[in-house]
C-alpha cells in the first residue's frame, strides 16, 4: 500500500479535497500550515510531496486526533536493519490509552523514514512518551542510532483538521 503526504495553506489543501472526493484526504495543521496525506490508492494527486510505501501499519487513522510523526534519516545500507527492527518492535504503542494509529513509511525517494503516530490528544501522547512502553521499545538505541545517518531525526506534530462549522 502507498502513502502521500504533501503540506501548503489550509486552504489550499481544502481546495485539493474538495477536487477529488473520491480520495480520503486527511487534513492536519499546525503551526507552519497544513499537511495532507491519504493512502490505500494508486492514484498520485500532489505535484510536490512524498510517497510512502506503508510497511506496517496498526490501528485506523481517525478524523480527529493529535499526530506526532517521528521523521528518522536511513542511509540505504542502513535500511533493511532498520526496518529489521521495527518488525521485531514490542507492539506496545497499541495497548497505550489514547492509541489511535500507527504507520511505518518507507520513502520511495530520499532516506527519510517516517513513524506516523495518531493520538486521540496530546496528553496521550505526552504519557506514552513518558512511559515505561516507550523506553523499552526504544532500548538499545543509543548504540546504534548513529549508524542509520548522519542527520538527525525530527519530530512533526499537528491537530487533525476539523471545518468550522461557522465558515
Ligand atoms: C529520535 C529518536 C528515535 C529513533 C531513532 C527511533 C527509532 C525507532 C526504532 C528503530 C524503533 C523499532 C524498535 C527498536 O528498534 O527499538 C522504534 C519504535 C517505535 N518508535 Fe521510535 N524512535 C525515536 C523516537 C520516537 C518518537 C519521538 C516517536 C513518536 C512518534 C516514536 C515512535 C515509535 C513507535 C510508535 C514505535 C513502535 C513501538 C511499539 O511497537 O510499541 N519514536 N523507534
Redesign the pocket.
Known amino acids: 500500500m502507498k502513502a502521500y503526504m504533501t503540506s501548503g495553506t489550509i486552504d489550499y489543501l481544502k481546495g485539493i479535497d474538495q477536487e477529488y472526493p473520491d480520495l480520503h484526504l486527511y487534513l492536519m495543521t499546525n503551526s507552519e500550515g497544513g499537511i495532507a496525506y491519504y493512502e490505500n490508492s494508486e492514484k498520485k494527486i500532489f505535484n510536490a510531496g512524498r510517497v510512502f510505501e506503508v510497511v506496517m501499519q496498526t490501528g485506523e487513522i481517525q478524523e480527529e486526533g493529535y499526530v506526532?510523526?517521528?521523521n528518522?534519516p536511513v542511509s540505504d545500507e542502513s535500511k533493511p536493519g532498520?526496518e529489521h527492527?521495527?518488525k521485531n518492535?514490542?507492539?506496545?504503542?497499541?495497548t497505550m490509552p489514547g492509541f489511535q494509529a500507527?504507520r511505518l513509511l518507507k520513502p520511495l525517494q530520499g532516506n527519510t523514514y517516517v513513524?506516523f503516530?495518531q493520538w486521540g490528544s496530546v496528553a496521550d501522547f505526552d504519557n506514552w512518551?513518558d512511559s515505561e512502553?516507550f523506553k523499552e521499545?526504544?532500548?538499545?538505541?543509543q548504540a546504534k542510532?548513529p549508524a542509520?545517518t548522519n542527520e538527525r531525526?525530527f519530530?512533526t506534530t499537528c491537530n487533525m483538521y476539523i471545518e468550522d462549522e461557522d465558515e
Open positions: 506526532v510523526m517521528n528518522i532498520f527492527r521495527f518492535r514490542r507492539n506496545t504503542v497499541e500507527f513513524v503516530t512518551k512502553q521499545a526504544h532500548k538499545n538505541q542510532q542509520y531525526p519530530l
